[in-house]
């Protein structure tokens, strides 16, 4: 909770900023919940955003909407149990909390006034419901991942978005020495990094904080300077808390190995893994790019000579290298480098090529995703995996590339070409 009622308005202010985005990330993954293999996603989603709403409310004494922020939050960890039937009556609750945690929330937004009293009582007979209704399956705590497994930590997550967009501010400002804001600037960042810290108890962020504004106000006369030097030991604390709040929140190497084993024992079919791979595919054609990732598999057992009892998508992505991104990157490129002259073998043209590997990269960036999400629970980030950065890289490259020549209908559709579904029979045969 921020006492100081100058910090107390700016932290309100940057929560009801954050509201709209996250009311609707809400409203999307309820529309899209339902009974299938992407469920788990979306509930991590779901409750992502009710705790990051929880978090907020709680700093800006907005009790109610905490209170149903956190029942609702305690409610979603239901639906990670598989032997929940989600039907029309649960879903309409749902949208009936949501609804009502919407109008609240616009409410302080806008500023307009509403039976708040008798909207909150209708939201927790709502919720009375959802709990009643659930009463087995909330009780079944086995079944709920941690908060440690769903990346909710919250200082974790002030540090990877507001300090970083604030930062950023930071950062412009400098690049425009010649701006008049730059104090101004400067100084409504530290006071927002000082009221948020002492609310997280971050004693080393909120000392910088107040030094910067020291600083601000004994030497006005030289505020490029200070703005370098704020912004220099601001990145480096940063860097430092993120550092350890992953040293806290990752899983262990021991954790690691149990995630794996965790997943052998779910006795996932390579079918059923290959479903919910789809919601990894930054793609409308997902599966154009499902089927890349098919003949990947195909010509493992075929040209690498892996048993097809044994195909998996560990032979693309290895979970155990997803904590060294080198050499994740490094194992990637040793087989891409044999497939990639493969797929080459039939004389294409340089540009066609080109296109095949475009494609390919990012069939393994979404197996990456997928397979990072798996062993952690939570969407990998640049940061937290940097070889999604490399090969992104090496995406916008080839897509540049690739953008000065115009290929036809069956170029791009080189998954047609009979070596390469036969490859893709090998999957889908199986």
């Not at 009622?5 to 899209?32: M, S």
């Not at 290959?274 to 075929?302: M, P, T, V």
Request: net charge negative; hydrophobic share 40%.
């Amino acid at each position: 909770m921020v006492e100081d009622p100058k910090i107390r308005k700016l932290a309100y202010q940057l929560f009801l900023e954050e509201v709209p985005g996250l009311l609707e990330t809400i409203e999307q993954e309820l529309f899209d919940l339902d009974n299938n293999a992407e469920r788990p996603l979306k509930v991590n989603n779901l409750m992502r955003a009710t705790h990051t709403i929880k978090g907020g409310a709680a700093n800006v004494e907005l009790d109610k909407i905490e209170s149903i922020a956190h029942r609702l939050e305690d409610i979603l960890k239901a639906f990670y149990n598989p032997d929940l039937i989600i039907d029309s009556t649960l879903k309409s609750l749902l949208f009936d909390i949501y609804e009502d945690l919407r109008l609240l929330l616009f409410a302080k937004i806008d500023s307009t006034n509403i039976n708040e009293k008798e909207v909150i009582k209708l939201t927790e007979s709502y919720l009375d419901r959802l709990e009643e209704r659930l009463r087995d399956y909330i009780g079944d705590r086995e079944a709920f991942p941690s908060s440690a497994e769903l990346g909710l930590d919250p200082v974790k997550m002030f540090f990877e978005t507001v300090v970083s967009e604030r930062l950023e501010k930071i950062s412009a400002i400098i690049d425009n020495p010649e701006s008049d804001r730059i104090i101004e600037t400067v100084r409504e960042q530290a006071i927002v990094f000082r009221g948020v810290g002492r609310s997280l108890n971050l004693n080393n962020f909120v000392a910088l904080a107040e030094t910067i504004l020291t600083s601000l106000d004994n030497s006005p006369q030289e505020p490029n300077q200070i703005a370098k030097k704020a912004l220099h030991d601001f990145q480096k604390i940063q860097k430092s808390i993120l550092q350890e709040r992953e040293v806290l929140n990752k899983k262990s190497s021991l954790d690691l190995v149990e995630s794996v084993n965790d997943l052998e024992k779910q006795n996932v079919s390579l079918t059923e893994l290959l479903a919910q791979l789809e919601q990894f595919i930054d793609s409308s054609d997902r599966e154009f790019y499902l089927n890349i990732i098919k003949c990947i598999l195909g010509w493992f057992h075929r040209y690498e000579n892996i048993d097809i009892s044994e195909l998996n998508l560990d032979l693309i992505v290895p979970i155990e290298l997803l904590k060294n991104s080198q050499k994740l990157a490094e194992h990637v490129d040793l087989w891409l480098d044999r497939f990639t002259r493969y797929i080459e073998l039939m004389g294409s043209t340089s540009h066609v090529n080109l296109y095949r590997k475009l494609t390919v990269l990012k069939a393994i960036v979404a197996v990456i995703k997928f397979q990072y999400f798996q062993a952690f629970k939570k969407v990998a980030t640049p940061e937290q995996l940097p070889v999604i950065e490399n090969f992104g890289e090496r995406i916008n490259e080839l897509e540049l590339e690739h953008q000065k020549n115009q290929l036809n209908l069956t170029e791009k559709n080189w998954l047609d070409r009979s070596y390469i579904q036969d490859l893709i029979q090998v999957i889908d045969r199986r």
